[in-house]
């Protein structure tokens, strides 16, 4: 088993910064990825960016692509969400998640990550316009 725990979120400004981070425990030895979902109210949640927990490539939504970076700290055990540029279509609970299965493209790797059952509680991010 693998337990995430996140923080960071808050309340942030249109163009401001937050970086948000989750943690690693249990069974950590095991994962393959590590990545952040988003939940804006009323809407289903989204992929934001995924990391190769071993070697480090990155994959992200186009919403993402150019302002959050994804990062990751294996001694920690520790990923990251540097998101810059914020809008107000931003604001969600963003949630971490993890999977402990090999897959061969970034498409089946979010779905892993969506299957694989290891969730953070979530965190708030609000942006204000």
């Known amino acids: 088993q693998v337990q995430l725990v996140e923080s960071g979120g808050g309340l942030v400004q249109a163009g401001g910064s937050l970086r948000l981070s989750c943690a690693a425990s249990?069974?950590?030895?095991?994962?393959?990825?590590m990545g952040w979902f988003r939940q804006a109210p009323g809407k289903e949640r989204e992929f934001v960016a995924v990391?190769?927990?071993?070697?480090?490539?990155?994959y992200y939504a186009d919403s993402a692509m150019g302002r959050f970076t994804i990062s990751r700290d294996n001694a920690k055990n520790t990923v990251y969400l540097t998101m810059n540029s914020l809008k107000p279509e931003d604001t969600a609970v963003y949630y971490c998640a993890a999977s402990t299965t090999p897959r061969s493209n970034w498409s089946l790797v979010v779905t892993a990550l969506r299957e694989s059952g290891y969730w953070g509680q979530g965190t708030q991010v609000t942006v204000s316009s």
């Open positions: 249990g069974r950590t030895s095991g994962i393959n990825f």
């Open positions: 990391v190769d927990w071993q070697f480090g490539p990155m």
